[in-house]
């Protein structure tokens, strides 16, 4: 064990001071990464355990985590709970068992618990208030909710209906995205159908910004009508452009054309009620027969006479025209023209713009009064307009994208070679810090094991002085390096290297 000592000491004295720094260095990151990997395995991966707490409750659940010997962390400023993930289906289950968390979302649980010595005027407290949290958490159920608060105003019962006031309800929104029209009539037709008399009118969706959801205020019916009208009109108006311009876009390319369409819609609801009667179609309703009886002058014979009533076929018709069609459509159309090639030896010119043709234009309208549904008994109006565009916006965008695009290709590409030279000189440098330190081990390693210079002592016993020894050294060496001269090359090119 000593001489191991020794001979690692010995080769610590052999080294430098540069090769005792980085042997230092390699050996403490080398414990430090050893030690972080351990830590870093060993470490529980923590999941959610409570949200939104108060920060009352907060403290009592942390005191009985602290209680258990249950690791947790904090987070969300303090309002929610984090715990080995492992272990929180059954931190949960201990928690509820000590009613753990309070201020969660009450439904009709609250009434698992009865108390017989409850008054009426708290059984319908209660009442409301499980109603309320059942309403919410159906709310909350949505994906775009993250929470809700529902608050409910239940009049009392009065005798006389004159006196009944109406319920009111309203509701405080925490959403995760927005919430669409049809999202947010449906909430408020959830809420009226689960309280009795409630009307949809009298509830009041807010959102956690205080931005409210429900258009109470926006108007009557004619302004939100008017608004579904506007939106109806744009959609078949977009329609139709889209398709003619598909059209245009396959045949002439894109760019090369735009297509503008105005539509003319019938937003009248009309009932017709219409009866046709039709007198070549005739069939006999009833048949009366009549007999007379003889009288006491007479022959003696009976007279019969009939009575026949016909009925007129006839037609009734119910007829309730459909909400939103189309009167009559206009559309414009612009075409760009062509452009020929410059001539040989003038590559440099611009193109030269060239009209299109009649037979062009006519190919065009057609297909464009196809894909529009072009009805001329509507008095429907198109017009196709050939002329040049304007593209020097465009154009300069191009340049001005494809200079961008060449600056940061040939930035990204410098960058890579300078982070690859970069790497390189570090890999020779390291490459060749470890090789001297190599030698350097090596060189001290047979150095410790050779025998050491003797020193000599005078006839009395004494040591001589150092000069001496140094000279009784130097021919020490002398000797070797007459009998192994390739050795003493080897330790004087060492010596050179460092």
């Known amino acids: 064990m000593n001489n191991s000592l020794s001979q690692y000491g010995a080769v610590w004295n052999r080294l430098s001071m540069n090769h005792r720094v980085l042997l230092v260095l390699v050996v403490v990151g080398t414990v430090v990464a050893g030690v972080g990997t351990v830590r870093w395995a060993r470490q529980a991966t923590y999941t959610t355990l409570y949200s939104n707490l108060a920060p009352a409750e907060a403290g009592e659940i942390v005191d009985v985590l602290t209680g258990l010997d249950i690791p947790y962390q904090i987070s969300a400023g303090g309002t929610a709970l984090q715990v080995p993930e492992h272990q929180a289906q059954a931190v949960r289950l201990k928690l509820a068992a000590q009613g753990y968390p309070r201020d969660g979302v009450v439904g009709y649980e609250i009434f698992d618990k009865s108390n017989l010595g409850m008054t009426d005027f708290l059984q319908k407290v209660n009442f409301r208030r499980a109603l309320e949290g059942e309403i919410a958490k159906s709310i909350m159920s949505l994906s775009e909710v993250s929470a809700a608060r529902v608050h409910l105003v239940m009049p009392e019962s009065r005798l006389f209906s004159r006196d009944q006031k109406q319920p009111t309800a309203s509701v405080v929104l925490k959403l995760n995205g927005s919430l669409s029209e049809s999202q947010v009539a449906g909430i408020a037709h959830l809420v009226a159908s689960s309280v009795e008399g409630l009307d949809v ?209 040939y930035y990204d590409l410098g960058r890579k070679v300078l982070y690859g030279l970069l790497i390189l000189v570090a890999l020779l440098y390291v490459r060749r810090t470890f090789k001297k330190l190599g030698k350097a081990l090596a060189g001290a390693a047979a150095g410790s094991h050779a025998s050491p210079v003797p020193v000599t002592f005078n006839q009395g016993g004494a040591e001589l002085p150092q000069q001496t020894q140094r000279t009784r050294a130097a021919d020490v060496f002398g000797e070797r390096a007459r009998g192994r001269p390739e050795e003493v090359a080897k330790i004087i090119k060492t010596m050179m290297s460092e």
């Open 201 to 409: 009118d009298a509830i009041s969706l807010v959102d956690s910004r205080g931005k409210l959801l429900t258009e109470k205020h926006a108007g009557d019916m004619e302004t939100r009508l008017s608004s579904t009208q506007l939106e109806l009109r744009h959609n078949v108006e977009n329609h139709l452009e889209s398709k003619a311009q598909s059209l245009l876009d396959r045949t002439l390319g894109a760019g090369r054309s735009v297509v503008r369409v105005i539509a003319d819609l019938n937003f009248d609801k009309v009932e017709t009620q219409a009866e046709n009667y039709d007198p070549d179609r005739v069939a006999i309703r009833s048949e009366e027969v009549q007999t007379a009886k003889p009288g006491s002058e007479g022959d003696g014979a009976s007279q019969n006479a009939t009575i026949t009533n016909y009925e007129i076929s006839k037609t009734v018709e119910h007829v309730v025209s459909a909400f939103g069609t189309i009167e009559r459509i206009s559309v414009a159309v612009m075409v760009d023209g062509t452009y020929a090639p410059p001539a040989a030896g003038a590559e440099d010119a611009a193109p030269t713009y060239q009209p299109r043709s009649a037979d062009e234009l006519g190919q065009i309208a057609a297909v464009v009064r196809t894909a529009v549904g072009f009805d001329s008994s509507r008095a429907d109006h198109m017009e196709v307009v050939n002329m040049a565009f304007d593209t020097s916006v465009e154009d300069e965008l191009a340049q001005d994208l494809q200079s961008v695009e060449s600056y940061e290709m």
